[in-house]
């Protein structure tokens, strides 16, 4: 087989489960790999002790035969799931020395499932950002350019999964956060319909909003990390009651109507007429639409519709998102846990002094602008607005699927920026997310597939991801028209440059 780290999970499970490989092999490989890219700025915490003593276990369990698919393929997580035996900080020093004494459901199922634990990546603090240039421990780089960002606010899954460092991660998405770095990347990320995935031990940032997911090299090997960690808990008052389901099969399984060389026949697919607004980046919408021709020779039909309230969604989850974490952050006060002030006269004082010494600039305004919105005499002209207008962005979506299968279009206006570049005007980050926050506010699934590059169609540039957007739980179609894509093409094959 290829080279191990240039293998993805289906292929490194074929590998693990056919004993060509020994799962420690490869753990080690791989952390050496994190070790040596350390400037990439992807991993925050590494413990190959422990890593090792997870991979041995699954050699074990492989050896005896009958081990799930997953056992023995490493994983890395983002940092704002709580984990046992690694640091957990969200990317904040808020919660620097934090242990906690459990894991987030989310890692525990994929632990279950006999992943081997790589490390924890880096991301925005409290997953609040676009860039992943607001972690209080320094930005992670792109790996196609690390002078750029990777996106954010799960940055540093998507570097490490493009950098090869490892074949797949978790992530969350709150208003974009694992579909916009997944494209800026050039990798694939899944974020599920609101309440699949269990936040149970993820650290809050907008509880109507936060959601797990998955960064990988494919649909495929996505599809198989979201069997594994989705499902009911009942630990998660949001969490969906829903029986398990195998994405993989899923996404394998022949459509009616379909085969041969148009899998897709039959699939109506919506581009709605907000998603190619003028100021959208030339190169980007070059390579959506190319990508876009190939769905159409796989057999998919191509439908104009219209979501109306896609420039509303900008103020409304920039209402919403901030009211929450201004009541989910409220806990972070120095008194039970996490960063506490050396220095106070008096509790008042302790609390302000921990909170402006622990949270960051961007933390800090997002509190400022949610705690302004819902108070006396703001909080019916701003976040009641805000939510009724948030059903009418969901009823949008309901009036494409009558004429429609899935959704169609970019994940962001431009490619990857550079380091640095927004860094004076937060309102631009903002606006980079004006085409992932309607499916957020909607709790939709939403995916990012590699659909090429910036510059000349032979190579080079910046890659570029294609979004598509399915109706609640959903995701087998989506991953199943991800997977057609895939196979058809091999924009997600491709790897930055570097050994």
């Known amino acids: 087989m290829k080279a191990l780290h240039e293998a993805g999970v289906a292929e490194l499970s074929r590998a693990l489960q056919t004993r060509q490989v020994s799962s420690a092999e490869l753990t080690r490989q791989l952390l050496a790999r994190a070790t040596a890219h350390e400037s990439l700025g992807a991993f925050l915490a590494i413990e190959p002790e422990r890593s090792l003593a997870q991979a041995e276990a699954a050699d ?152 797990a997911g998955v960064l990988a090299r494919s649909a495929e090997d996505c599809a198989l990390l979201l069997s594994a960690m989705s499902g009911f808990d009942a630990r998660d008052a949001t969490s969906a009651e829903r029986p398990p389901q195998d994405y993989h099969a899923q996404m394998l399984a022949p459509r009616e109507g379909a085969g041969g060389a148009a899998p897709l026949r039959g699939l109506r697919i919506g581009l709605p007429r907000e998603f190619f607004p003028a100021r959208l980046s030339a190169d980007v919408e070059r390579a959506v639409r190319a990508a876009l021709r190939e769905l159409e020779a796989l057999g998919a039909t191509l439908v104009d519709v219209s979501l109306p309230r896609t420039e509303l969604s900008i103020p409304v989850y920039y209402i919403i998102a901030p009211a929450e974490a201004s009541s989910n952050l409220s806990r972070y006060d120095g008194v039970k846990f996490g960063h ?17 010494e622990g949270f960051g600039p961007e933390v800090k305004r997002r509190i400022m602008i949610g705690t ?73 699934p939403g995916m990012s597939v590699p659909a090429g590059f910036t510059g000349s169609p032979e190579g080079g540039g910046l890659p570029v991801g294609l979004q598509l957007i399915g109706n609640y739980f959903d995701e087998g179609r989506l991953l199943h028209a991800a997977h057609a894509l895939q196979q058809a093409t091999d924009w997600h094959r491709r790897a930055p440059p570097g050994p």
């Open 60 to 211: 074990r369990r492989l050896a005896q035969g009958g081990a799930h698919r997953l056992t023995g393929v490493p994983v890395a997580h983002k940092d704002i799931f709580v984990t046992r035996g690694w640091p957990s900080t969200a990317g904040s020093r808020m919660l620097a020395g934090y242990a906690s004494p459990f894991d987030a459901t989310v890692v525990a199922r994929l632990g279950d499932a006999g992943m081997v634990t790589l490390g924890k990546l880096n991301c925005d603090e409290f997953a609040m950002g676009s860039a992943n240039e607001n972690s209080a421990f320094g930005p992670a780089r792109n790996p196609w350019d690390p002078r750029r960002v990777p996106g954010g606010s799960s940055g540093g899954s998507a570097a490490a999964v493009a950098a090869r460092l490892v074949p797949a991660a978790t992530g969350t998405d709150t208003g974009g956060s694992i579909r916009q770095p997944a494209a800026f990347c050039g990798v694939t990320g899944i974020k599920p319909t609101y309440g699949l995935c269990s936040r149970y031990g993820m650290i809050a940032f907008a509880s109507s909003l936060d959601q």
């Open 340 to 356: 506490r002030a050396q220095r106070y006269d008096d509790l008042t004082s302790m609390y302000e002094r921990t909170r402006a």
């Open 372 to 444: 302004y919105v819902l108070s006396h005499g703001y909080y019916d002209a701003y976040y009641l607005q805000a939510q009724k207008l948030r059903r009418m962005i969901a009823d949008d979506f309901q009036a494409c699927f009558a004429h429609c299968d899935l959704i169609a279009g970019p994940v962001a206006p431009t490619a990857a920026w550079p380091l640095g570049a927004q860094a004076d005007d937060p309102v631009q980050a903002y606006l980079a997310d004006i085409f992932t926050l309607p499916a957020s506010l909607a709790g939709l």
